[in-house]
């Protein structure tokens, strides 16, 4: 959810009413817990794009007019690397985002792709605004990059350039495990050697791809993210019970060394999506259900309650109680609301 609320909040900087859009991609922002399945996250960026004419939501100072990421794709096709498609991706975007500034480059063994601002066009460091811009133009980025070489690329850290936002946890899944938050500039590094990849798309692959797009790069190269998936579903249908690393490698007719590497390839790691099954499971529950504290804890295969609890304060900076209690009293005043408006109509 911290996602879409960065995705909207150029609407609501230009005074659009973004209900009719979450209502047509069932998208509830009172349940501020729960996942949205990713096609619906994809829908709902098409709408915003097609509601404001703007491919950057109405985030930056100039929009990014309808069809530039076609153009975008179009301009990164034929190059003979990697590097050199990303160069050209960088060129196009300086066009259409003045405010933002792409840059590529080598340092040692390894590639930084650097995101710097030009303009001062956000409210502040942290303005949930300018967090999704870098966010979104990181992920556009990277998810295309992936595309045209036809595997995952994998970020070996990303530097953030504004505090911890409430939804970091989630990067792990979507650019690294190692995400740390300070500078002035974003700057993700990976590998040298990926930047000499072929581009292995032609045009009619493209046209393929294409349907559906912009808001199609939110689905983008979902295998590179295939282990993390089977391996947080083996998590999760067995418990209560807590497999270890060696059990979910059995299980997957891996050795322990081969899944630690291809977790790793993909930016996460076992306990990584350990933590993150047993949090989604636990903020679900405590959204949804009364189910009584220790119960969860026990379902979720805790040794003891309070074992669950420092984890769910490292997690929310709350205890269950206190988060249960806040979300139901942010319900009732939203039911409130919607009562009196009814009341005043």
């Given at each position: 959810m911290?996602?879409?609320?960065?995705?909207l909040?150029?609407?609501?900087?230009?005074?659009?009413?973004?209900?009719?859009?979450?209502?047509?991609?069932?998208?509830?922002?009172?349940d501020?817990?729960?996942?949205?399945p990713?096609?619906?996250?994809?829908?709902?960026?098409?709408?915003?794009?097609?509601?404001?004419?703007?491919?950057?939501?109405g985030?930056?100072?100039?929009?990014?007019?309808?069809?530039?990421?076609?153009?975008?794709?179009?301009?990164?096709?034929?190059?003979a690397?990697?590097?050199?498609?990303?160069?050209?991706?960088?060129?196009?975007?300086?066009i259409?985002l003045?405010?933002l500034?792409?840059?590529?480059r080598?340092?040692?063994?390894?590639?930084e792709?650097?995101?710097?601002?030009?303009?001062?066009?956000?409210?502040?460091?942290?303005?949930?605004a300018?967090?999704?811009?870098?966010?979104?133009?990181?992920?556009?980025?990277?998810?295309?990059?992936?595309?045209?070489?036809?595997?995952?690329i994998?970020?070996?850290?990303?530097?953030?350039?504004?505090?911890?936002?409430?939804?970091a946890d989630?990067?792990?899944?979507?650019?690294?495990?190692?995400?740390?938050?300070?500078?002035?500039?974003?700057l993700?590094?990976?590998h040298?050697?990926?930047?000499?990849?072929?581009?292995r798309?032609?045009?009619?692959?493209?046209?393929?791809?294409?349907?559906?797009?912009?808001?199609?790069?939110?689905?983008?190269?979902?295998?590179?993210?295939?282990?993390?998936?089977?391996?947080?579903?083996?998590?999760?249908?067995?418990?209560?019970?807590?497999?270890?690393?060696?059990?979910?490698?059995?299980?997957?007719?891996?050795?322990?060394?081969t899944?630690?590497?291809?977790?790793?390839?993909?930016?996460?790691?076992?306990?990584?999506?350990?933590?993150?099954?047993?949090?989604?499971?636990?903020?679900?529950?405590l959204?949804?259900?009364?189910?009584p504290i220790a119960?969860?804890?026990?379902?979720?295969?805790?040794?003891?309650?309070?074992?669950?609890?420092?984890?769910?304060?490292?997690?929310?900076?709350q205890?269950?109680e206190?988060?249960?209690?806040?979300?139901a009293?942010?319900?009732?005043?939203?039911?409130?609301?919607?009562?009196?408006?009814?009341?005043?109509?």
């Amino acid at each position: 959810m911290g996602f879409v609320s960065g995705m909207l909040s150029g609407m609501h900087r230009h005074g659009h009413d973004p209900t009719p859009l979450l209502a047509a991609t069932g998208i509830s922002l009172a349940d501020a817990a729960s996942r949205i399945p990713v096609d619906r996250y994809a829908a709902l960026y098409n709408l915003i794009i097609a509601e404001l004419d703007d491919e950057a939501f109405g985030l930056l100072s100039r929009p990014m007019p309808t069809g530039s990421f076609e153009f975008l794709c179009r301009g990164m096709l034929g190059a003979a690397t990697l590097e050199e498609a990303l160069s050209r991706a960088s060129r196009f975007l300086r066009i259409v985002l003045p405010d933002l500034r792409i840059a590529v480059r080598r340092d040692g063994a390894r590639a930084e792709l650097e995101i710097a601002e030009t303009n001062a066009v956000f409210a502040g460091r942290d303005d949930p605004a300018r967090v999704f811009a870098l966010e979104w133009l990181l992920r556009l980025v990277h998810g295309v990059a992936c595309w045209f070489v036809g595997r995952g690329i994998a970020l070996d850290s990303v530097r953030f350039p504004y505090a911890r936002p409430a939804h970091a946890d989630d990067y792990a899944l979507v650019y690294t495990e190692r995400s740390s938050f300070e500078g002035d500039t974003l700057l993700a590094r990976f590998h040298d050697n990926l930047l000499e990849l072929p581009i292995r798309r032609d045009d009619a692959a493209l046209g393929r791809f294409l349907e559906g797009a912009p808001g199609r790069i939110s689905m983008l190269y979902r295998r590179d993210r295939e282990m993390v998936v089977r391996v947080r579903d083996l998590l999760r249908a067995a418990l209560p019970e807590n497999l270890s690393i060696e059990q979910v490698a059995q299980q997957l007719h891996l050795s322990t060394r081969t899944l630690h590497r291809r977790l790793e390839d993909e930016g996460s790691s076992f306990r990584l999506i350990k933590e993150a099954t047993r949090r989604d499971i636990a903020y679900a529950r405590l959204t949804k259900t009364a189910q009584p504290i220790a119960q969860l804890a026990a379902d979720l295969g805790y040794a003891d309650t309070s074992t669950f609890y420092r984890a769910f304060v490292a997690w929310s900076g709350q205890s269950p109680e206190q988060f249960r209690s806040q979300l139901a009293a942010r319900q009732g005043a939203m039911t409130g609301g919607k009562s009196a408006k009814r009341d005043n109509q």
